[in-house]
Protein backbone atom coordinates (compact mmCIF):
# COMPACT_ATOMS: atom_id res chain seq x y z
CA UNK A 1 0.00 0.00 0.00
CA UNK A 2 1.15 3.26 -0.78
CA UNK A 3 -0.43 5.24 0.51
CA UNK A 4 0.11 7.70 4.04
CA UNK A 5 -2.54 8.26 6.37
CA UNK A 6 -2.24 11.78 7.83
CA UNK A 7 -4.13 13.60 10.87
CA UNK A 8 -5.24 15.67 12.29
CA UNK A 9 -6.94 17.57 8.61
CA UNK A 10 -6.74 20.91 10.58
CA UNK A 11 -5.87 21.52 14.07
CA UNK A 12 -5.69 25.10 16.65
CA UNK A 13 -3.43 25.27 19.42
CA UNK A 14 -2.78 28.35 21.68
CA UNK A 15 0.12 29.92 21.79
CA UNK A 16 3.06 27.80 23.91
CA UNK A 17 1.45 24.72 23.50
CA UNK A 18 2.35 21.64 21.99
CA UNK A 19 1.22 20.72 18.51
CA UNK A 20 1.12 17.36 17.43
CA UNK A 21 0.41 16.05 14.46
CA UNK A 22 0.49 12.05 13.22
CA UNK A 23 0.87 9.56 10.45
CA UNK A 24 0.82 6.36 9.69
CA UNK A 25 1.91 4.30 6.44
CA UNK A 26 1.34 0.67 5.21
CA UNK A 27 4.90 0.02 2.92
CA UNK A 28 7.36 -1.33 4.98
CA UNK A 29 9.82 -0.49 2.01
CA UNK A 30 9.48 3.04 3.31
CA UNK A 31 12.77 4.24 4.68
CA UNK A 32 12.81 7.75 5.03
CA UNK A 33 10.21 9.99 6.46
CA UNK A 34 10.10 13.67 5.76
CA UNK A 35 8.11 16.86 7.00
CA UNK A 36 7.60 19.13 5.13
CA UNK A 37 6.19 22.65 6.04
CA UNK A 38 3.98 25.11 3.73
CA UNK A 39 3.17 28.89 4.48
CA UNK A 40 0.04 30.86 2.08
CA UNK A 41 1.54 31.72 -0.94
CA UNK A 42 4.18 29.71 -0.86
CA UNK A 43 5.70 26.02 -1.94
CA UNK A 44 6.34 23.36 0.74
CA UNK A 45 9.84 23.30 2.39
CA UNK A 46 11.35 20.95 4.05
CA UNK A 47 11.08 20.96 7.89
CA UNK A 48 12.84 18.23 9.54
CA UNK A 49 13.06 14.09 8.52
CA UNK A 50 13.88 11.16 10.04
CA UNK A 51 14.85 7.34 8.87
CA UNK A 52 13.67 4.37 10.49
CA UNK A 53 16.84 3.50 12.46
CA UNK A 54 16.32 5.96 14.95
CA UNK A 55 12.87 6.63 17.17
CA UNK A 56 13.46 10.28 17.77
CA UNK A 57 14.84 13.37 15.81
CA UNK A 58 14.78 16.64 17.56
CA UNK A 59 15.69 20.12 15.76
CA UNK A 60 14.58 23.30 17.98
CA UNK A 61 11.34 22.78 19.18
CA UNK A 62 10.14 20.33 16.48
CA UNK A 63 10.83 16.80 16.62
CA UNK A 64 9.54 14.10 15.00
CA UNK A 65 9.20 10.72 16.98
CA UNK A 66 9.06 7.40 15.03
CA UNK A 67 7.60 3.74 15.78
CA UNK A 68 8.27 1.60 13.65
CA UNK A 69 6.61 -1.36 14.72
CA UNK A 70 3.10 0.35 14.82
CA UNK A 71 4.24 2.39 11.49
CA UNK A 72 3.23 5.75 12.38
CA UNK A 73 5.11 8.77 12.77
CA UNK A 74 4.26 12.45 14.40
CA UNK A 75 5.46 15.28 14.77
CA UNK A 76 5.73 17.13 17.65
CA UNK A 77 6.01 21.12 17.76
CA UNK A 78 6.64 22.68 21.83
CA UNK A 79 6.53 26.09 22.31
CA UNK A 80 3.88 26.18 19.32
CA UNK A 81 4.04 30.48 18.14
CA UNK A 82 1.96 32.41 15.70
CA UNK A 83 4.57 32.17 12.98
CA UNK A 84 4.05 28.12 13.26
CA UNK A 85 0.72 28.70 11.73
CA UNK A 86 1.01 26.42 8.30
CA UNK A 87 -0.25 23.64 6.46
CA UNK A 88 2.25 20.50 7.56
CA UNK A 89 2.66 17.74 5.29
CA UNK A 90 4.55 14.05 6.07
CA UNK A 91 6.24 12.02 3.47
CA UNK A 92 7.42 9.11 3.18
CA UNK A 93 10.02 7.12 0.49
CA UNK A 94 10.90 3.96 -0.62
CA UNK A 95 13.70 6.12 -2.23
CA UNK A 96 12.37 6.18 -5.57
CA UNK A 97 9.72 8.65 -5.12
CA UNK A 98 7.81 11.12 -2.00
CA UNK A 99 4.46 9.41 -0.77
CA UNK A 100 2.56 12.79 0.44
CA UNK A 101 0.13 12.77 3.44
CA UNK A 102 -2.76 15.02 2.94
CA UNK A 103 -1.68 17.77 5.39
CA UNK A 104 -2.90 19.80 8.43
CA UNK A 105 -3.66 23.19 8.76
CA UNK A 106 -1.99 24.55 11.47
CA UNK A 107 -3.25 27.51 13.52
CA UNK A 108 -1.19 29.39 16.55
CA UNK A 109 -3.85 31.23 18.43
CA UNK A 110 -2.14 34.05 20.37
CA UNK B 1 16.64 34.89 -8.49
CA UNK B 2 17.21 32.29 -6.13
CA UNK B 3 15.63 28.43 -5.82
CA UNK B 4 12.89 27.45 -7.84
CA UNK B 5 10.98 30.23 -9.82
CA UNK B 6 7.18 29.70 -11.12
CA UNK B 7 5.66 32.27 -13.49
CA UNK B 8 2.80 33.22 -13.67
CA UNK B 9 1.36 32.88 -10.15
CA UNK B 10 -2.22 33.75 -11.04
CA UNK B 11 -3.99 32.36 -14.13
CA UNK B 12 -7.62 32.04 -14.82
CA UNK B 13 -8.30 30.00 -18.10
CA UNK B 14 -11.49 29.36 -20.06
CA UNK B 15 -12.19 25.83 -20.82
CA UNK B 16 -10.90 26.50 -24.67
CA UNK B 17 -8.02 28.33 -23.91
CA UNK B 18 -4.19 27.44 -24.01
CA UNK B 19 -1.71 28.44 -21.53
CA UNK B 20 1.55 27.46 -20.32
CA UNK B 21 3.11 27.22 -17.22
CA UNK B 22 6.53 28.20 -16.87
CA UNK B 23 9.33 26.96 -13.75
CA UNK B 24 13.06 27.71 -13.79
CA UNK B 25 15.70 26.28 -10.91
CA UNK B 26 18.62 28.41 -10.42
CA UNK B 27 19.78 25.46 -8.09
CA UNK B 28 21.74 23.35 -10.69
CA UNK B 29 19.72 20.41 -9.88
CA UNK B 30 19.09 17.25 -12.56
CA UNK B 31 15.65 16.41 -12.08
CA UNK B 32 12.25 18.45 -12.20
CA UNK B 33 8.76 17.68 -11.08
CA UNK B 34 5.15 18.77 -11.88
CA UNK B 35 2.68 18.62 -8.94
CA UNK B 36 -0.96 19.33 -8.21
CA UNK B 37 -2.15 20.25 -4.75
CA UNK B 38 -5.73 20.14 -4.15
CA UNK B 39 -7.36 21.28 -1.15
CA UNK B 40 -7.91 18.41 1.64
CA UNK B 41 -5.58 16.12 -0.66
CA UNK B 42 -2.04 14.56 -1.15
CA UNK B 43 0.44 16.34 -3.56
CA UNK B 44 -0.40 14.39 -7.09
CA UNK B 45 2.66 13.84 -8.46
CA UNK B 46 2.43 14.33 -12.32
CA UNK B 47 5.57 14.76 -14.24
CA UNK B 48 9.01 13.85 -13.45
CA UNK B 49 12.18 14.66 -15.30
CA UNK B 50 15.72 13.80 -15.11
CA UNK B 51 18.34 15.76 -17.51
CA UNK B 52 15.55 16.62 -19.36
CA UNK B 53 14.00 13.13 -20.10
CA UNK B 54 10.57 12.18 -18.68
CA UNK B 55 10.92 9.29 -16.45
CA UNK B 56 7.13 9.18 -15.03
CA UNK B 57 3.71 10.31 -16.11
CA UNK B 58 1.37 9.57 -13.87
CA UNK B 59 -1.68 9.02 -15.88
CA UNK B 60 -2.30 12.45 -16.43
CA UNK B 61 -4.97 13.30 -19.34
CA UNK B 62 -3.29 14.49 -22.14
CA UNK B 63 -4.90 17.99 -21.96
CA UNK B 64 -1.69 18.30 -19.95
CA UNK B 65 1.76 18.29 -21.73
CA UNK B 66 5.08 18.92 -20.28
CA UNK B 67 8.25 20.12 -21.59
CA UNK B 68 12.03 20.08 -20.38
CA UNK B 69 13.87 22.11 -22.72
CA UNK B 70 16.81 22.10 -21.02
CA UNK B 71 17.92 20.69 -16.86
CA UNK B 72 16.96 24.85 -15.57
CA UNK B 73 13.71 25.28 -16.79
CA UNK B 74 10.16 23.30 -17.36
CA UNK B 75 7.01 24.05 -18.88
CA UNK B 76 3.15 22.55 -18.54
CA UNK B 77 1.39 23.15 -21.64
CA UNK B 78 -2.31 23.19 -21.04
CA UNK B 79 -5.26 23.20 -23.14
CA UNK B 80 -9.35 22.32 -22.91
CA UNK B 81 -9.09 22.41 -19.35
CA UNK B 82 -11.78 21.31 -17.32
CA UNK B 83 -12.94 23.27 -14.11
CA UNK B 84 -12.03 20.20 -11.76
CA UNK B 85 -8.57 21.05 -13.32
CA UNK B 86 -8.56 23.93 -11.09
CA UNK B 87 -5.76 23.98 -7.83
CA UNK B 88 -2.22 24.68 -7.31
CA UNK B 89 0.43 23.40 -9.31
CA UNK B 90 4.01 23.15 -7.86
CA UNK B 91 6.98 22.70 -9.60
CA UNK B 92 10.31 21.41 -7.75
CA UNK B 93 13.50 20.20 -8.05
CA UNK B 94 16.37 17.74 -6.63
CA UNK B 95 19.75 17.17 -7.53
CA UNK B 96 18.84 13.57 -8.76
CA UNK B 97 15.91 11.18 -9.04
CA UNK B 98 14.51 10.08 -6.25
CA UNK B 99 12.89 11.09 -2.81
CA UNK B 100 15.65 9.57 -0.67
CA UNK B 101 17.27 11.60 2.22
CA UNK B 102 20.22 12.98 -0.13
CA UNK B 103 17.41 14.24 -2.28
CA UNK B 104 15.36 17.09 -0.55
CA UNK B 105 13.06 18.82 -2.92
CA UNK B 106 12.80 22.20 -3.53
CA UNK B 107 9.52 23.78 -3.90
CA UNK B 108 8.73 27.07 -6.33
CA UNK B 109 5.87 28.94 -4.96
CA UNK B 110 3.24 27.50 -7.56
CA UNK B 111 1.00 28.52 -9.69
CA UNK B 112 -2.81 29.25 -8.70
CA UNK B 113 -5.22 28.00 -12.02
CA UNK B 114 -8.69 28.89 -11.88
CA UNK B 115 -10.58 27.12 -14.82
CA UNK B 116 -13.75 28.67 -16.15
Known amino acids: QQQVKQSPQSLIVQKGGISIINCAYE??????FPWYQQFPGKGPALLIA???DVSEKKEGRFTISFNKSAKQFSLHIMDSQPGDSATYFC?????????WGAGTKLIIKP | ETGVTQTPRHLVMGMTNKKSLKCEQHLGHNAMYWYKQSAKKPLELMFVYSLEERVENNSVPSRFSPECPNSSHLFLHLHTLQPEDSALYLC???????????????FGPGTRLTVL
Open chain 1, 91 to 99: AASPGDQLI
Open chain 1, 50 to 52: IRP
Open chain 2, 92 to 106: ASSQDLGGGSYNEQF
Open chain 1, 27 to 32: NTAFDY
